[in-house]
């Protein structure tokens, strides 16, 4: 019992430590005067310290006072609790532990996914609660993170990770997932309103368990009007409501009720056009009471404007989020008034013995929902070591095989720039010839050393017979260039209104050295036709320096024996047309235009020919005809007569027509085998009729071509 003290003596042991520490105070506030060196602040220090130094003490006397009153009035229960020094001693028992610090809870700690998954490859039994809730967490974490970072590019990829999850087991989640984000996010709310429609396509009974939590929250009404529109939810649940909205108008419901009508008005418009006129009706109704507030009033007239436009700038589905087919789509028929069970406790973690085989089940689900390519996520993780390093083997060779495309043209690019120095670089043709030939070209890549050279040659200011000499060198090497410089001509004459007059000139000069050259076969040529219709300003001066440079080249004497060669006048018909006259006449005039009109010589003898042969071809005609009518006469004199004088005004006008036809076309009257067609319009039946003639054509000022008339007469 000695160590257990009275209360009188520990009370003197407490004035004691109290009169103790008054006294170290005032030996600091001594020593803290003595250190001031100067001695102009002594005395208004030492006043200060004087002054500060009293109520310290007195507040230290009342603070003891306060304690003894108390200590008196606590009596002997404090008396007793101090004397018991067992209780005293006994350790006192340790917090309870924090829902966060009990094993297996996540909730209000963040663990990395790499953590997550340690701690669920480390839990052994995968049916205990402790590996049931850390799968919980996980699925919460990623339903969250998918239905957050949706958006209407990434919908269509962030599906196929949606049905990756365990949505059945978390169909809660989503749904509360889903209504937080579109409350946090308005702006979104049809992107989220097309992910519940293609999901509710598989789970219908998650689209109805959204759609049974939705209307017990007033600001989620624009979620529902994009789940109407994406045939989620029944017409008549937005009718419903608004005929709820509207039944006791205020300034807040009518103008929920007329956003609610922007977004679904036109699907409303198509599904049920009767009861949205009621719904407008309604507001009409409530427009002429007056009660409402102006703002809102300007709301509906704005509202029966955009109805009047039929919805313009409100439709019901946007192109990219109309993701679900019809025969796919799942609609849902609830009622306001019935009683909704929103199952809350989904949203709760809660234990479940048949876990190893809902598990199982939802992978046989995912796989008939996404197809034979998806894969198990968590396979990777259950494999051993072995396994492991196997698998990163057969990764290693897959990648050795695998073949690299390059879809950025980098290689195609660092070719045609070493293409392009060389060939620039170079002092003749032979030694870019000899480097060019040193690249390395894979197959199919022949055709841009063709295309370099060409563009090489079309920037000079002037023609360089040093491009023609590189590229006639490359065809007679290898007839794979010679293929591919046809191409070139063929793509370079289709596009050539496209180039400046330089360009051109430089092109065309170039295409003739290899024709001269014979480098280039002259088939090439089949691809130009001559004609008005068929030809441009710039593909008129592109073949009329081809031409005048092949004839610099070859001569026009050996220029028209090679024009002229019987087995080349396939190719050349489209130059030298004889289909028409006019435009057989158009090429002639043509190249006498531009000084080649020595090659067109066969086409001028042609021309002339021309009635010759048509009439030829009309004469077996016309003795069929002769021998049919002589062999079919009669007896009577007089009947052979009209008919021979009917057959003769027949044949006499049928000439007159054709003689005019060639008239028209020719350019000489004077043509001795036109003569028999010209009788009708020189007559030399009769001295009258061709003075008649000859007067006529003087009169008019063209009595020049009446001469051979005026010597017969």
């Known amino acids: 019992m000695s160590q257990v003290r009275s209360a009188p003596e520990l009370d003197s042991r407490r004035r004691r430590r109290d009169s103790d520490d008054e006294s170290g105070e005032r030996d600091l506030d001594t020593r803290r005067h003595r250190r001031r060196s100067p001695s102009s602040e002594s005395c208004s220090s030492s006043g200060d310290d004087d002054r500060s130094r009293r109520p310290r003490h007195d507040e230290s006397s009342r603070r003891r006072q306060r304690d003894q009153s108390h200590r008196r009035d606590r009596g002997g229960h404090d008396e007793r609790r101090r004397r018991s020094p067992q209780r005293r001693k006994e350790p006192t028992p340790p917090p309870p532990l924090l829902p966060e610090m009990i094993p297996g809870r996540t909730g209000g700690i963040y663990i990395p996914p790499f953590r997550m998954a340690q ?65 946090a996010s308005p702006g979104f709310t049809d992107v989220f309103a097309a992910l519940v429609a293609v999901v509710n396509t598989k789970f219908p009974e998650i689209g109805r368990l959204l759609l049974v939590r939705v209307p017990q929250l007033l600001a ?147 796989r008939s929902i996404l197809g034979a390519e998806s894969s198990d996520d968590e396979e990777g993780s259950d494999d051993s070591s072995d396994e492991d390093a196997e698998e990163e083997s057969d990764d290693e060779e897959d990648e050795e095989q695998m073949e690299i495309r390059d879809q950025t043209e980098t290689n195609l690019i660092n070719l045609r720039r070493t293409i392009y120095l060389t060939i620039m670089s170079s002092v003749d043709f032979e030694e870019a010839g000899h480097k060019l030939l040193k690249i390395k070209l894979e197959p199919g890549q022949e055709m841009e050393l063709c295309i370099m050279l060409l563009e090489c040659c079309s920037q000079e200011r002037t023609y360089l017979r040093y491009y023609g000499l590189l590229g006639q060198r490359f065809c007679m090497i290898n007839k794979v260039y ?75 004497r050996l220029l028209n024996e090679r024009l002229n060669d019987p087995n080349m006048q396939d190719s050349f018909d489209s130059i030298f047309p004889k289909d028409h006259p006019k435009n057989t006449r158009f090429s002639i005039n043509f190249f006498t235009s531009i000084g080649l009109g020595g090659i067109t010589e066969t ?109 017969i007469t």
């Not at 990623?142 to 949706?150: D, E, F, H, T």
């Not at 049905?163 to 209504?179: D, K, M, P, T, W």
């Not at 599904?271 to 703002?295: C, N, V, Y």
């Not at 051109?504 to 076969?521: E, M, Q, S, Y």
Request: charged share 25%; hydrophobic share 35%.
């Open 119 to 183: 701690m669920m490859r480390e839990v052994e039994d995968k049916s205990s609660a402790e590996y049931q809730r850390l799968s919980w967490d996980a699925l919460k974490k990623s339903i969250n993170g998918l239905v957050n970072k949706v958006n209407a590019t990434n919908v269509k990829n962030i599906v196929p990770e949606l049905f990756a999850e365990n949505l059945v087991r978390g169909r809660g989640l989503f749904c509360q997932s889903c209504i937080k984000s579109q409350m």
């Open 220 to 366: 989620a009404t624009k979620f529902i009007a994009h789940l109407v529109n994406q045939v989620v939810a029944h017409e008549l649940v937005a009718l419903e409501l608004l005929t709820v909205l509207l039944e006791n108008p205020t300034d807040d419901s009518v103008e929920v009720a007329v956003g609610f009508v922007k977004e679904c008005g036109a699907m409303l418009q198509d599904l049920s056009p009767q009861g949205l006129h009621a719904i407008f009706e309604r507001f009409r109704g409530i427009l002429h009471e007056g009660e409402i507030d102006k703002r809102v009033q300007f709301l509906i007239e704005g509202l029966f404007a955009i109805r009047k436009a039929k919805f313009q700038g409100f439709p019901a589905i946007r192109p990219e989020l109309d993701l679900v087919e019809q025969e796919d789509q799942f609609t849902h028929e609830i009622s306001l008034e019935d009683e909704l069970d929103p199952e809350t406790n989904l949203n709760v973690f809660r234990g479940n013995p048949n876990f190893a085989e809902d598990e199982k089940a939802y992978e046989n689900l995912k």
């Open 482 to 556: 010679q293929d591919n410089f046809e191409k070139c001509f063929v793509q370079q004459y289709s596009m050539i209104h496209r180039l400046e007059t330089n360009k051109l000139r430089n092109v065309a000069k170039f295409f003739a050295h290899l024709l001269g050259t014979d480098a280039l076969p002259w088939h090439v040529l089949a691809y130009i036709r001559l004609t008005e219709e068929d030809t441009t300003s710039s593909s008129r001066i592109f073949i009329k320096i081809l031409f005048q440079e092949l004839s610099e080249h070859l001569g026009i």
């Open 603 to 711: 086409l001028r003898e042609y021309l002339k020919n021309m009635p010759r042969l048509i009439m030829q071809k009309q004469k077996p005609a016309s003795s069929e005809s002769d021998s049919s009518d002589s062999g079919s006469g009669s007896d009577s004199y007089s009947s052979e007569s009209e008919s021979s004088f009917d057959e003769s005004d027949r044949k006499r006008n049928k000439r007159r027509k054709k003689a005019y036809w060639y008239w028209s076309n020719s350019k000489r009257l004077d043509e001795p085998n036109m003569q028999d067609y010209f009788f009708s319009i020189f007559p030399r039946d009769h001295p009258k009729n061709t003075s008649f003639s000859t007067n006529f054509f003087t009169s008019i000022g063209l009595g020049c071509i009446t001469m051979t008339m005026s010597e």
